[in-house]
């Protein structure tokens, strides 16, 4: 798998920053001439790793988010969100759906689950205290044209 572009960028983990992080993404994968669908489905699974790396990484302090990406030969886009925020101490109850560490602020608890709708992999890498990386996989051209 040949990388043919790459992109990086941080940003403080304010929830303002969710939108530039949507368009950062979807600048970055218009190479591929994404149906609508694709770049709806890219924009939101990279929003809701955002906004879970704002409400549930660095609670009520502020950090910074890193994003890098990848496009490879193969249409693949390779997303890393990272965060050094307090990290998720049960990677596999969170990624159940209805989970949530902030009940208080209305949260449903279904960010991993619409990532993983949206996306082909999603992984996730996280320590306790130390932050956590989310990464997703998407093919972009495999829709059938009709």
Known sequence: MKKINEMS????????NESLARSVIASFVMGLDPT?????????????AVTNSIVHGYRRTT??????????????????IRDRGCGIEDIEKA?????????EEERAGLGFAVMQSFCDK??????P???????????????DVR
Not at 36 to 48: G, N
Not at 63 to 80: C, L, P, R
Not at 122 to 127: I, P
Not at 129 to 143: A, P
């Open 9 to 16: 960028v941080n940003f403080p983990s304010n929830s303002c």
């Open 36 to 48: 609508v669908s694709e770049l709806s489905d890219i924009k939101t699974a990279v929003s809701e």
């Open 63 to 80: 950090g910074t988010i890193y994003i890098k990406a990848v496009i490879t030969d193969k249409n693949k886009v390779i997303i890393k």
């Open 95 to 103: 990624m159940e759906p209805l989970f949530t560490t902030a009940p």
């Open 122 to 127: 999603v992984k996730v890498r996280s320590e």
């Open 129 to 143: 205290n130390k932050g956590t990386t989310v990464t997703l996989e998407k093919i972009f051209g495999k829709e």
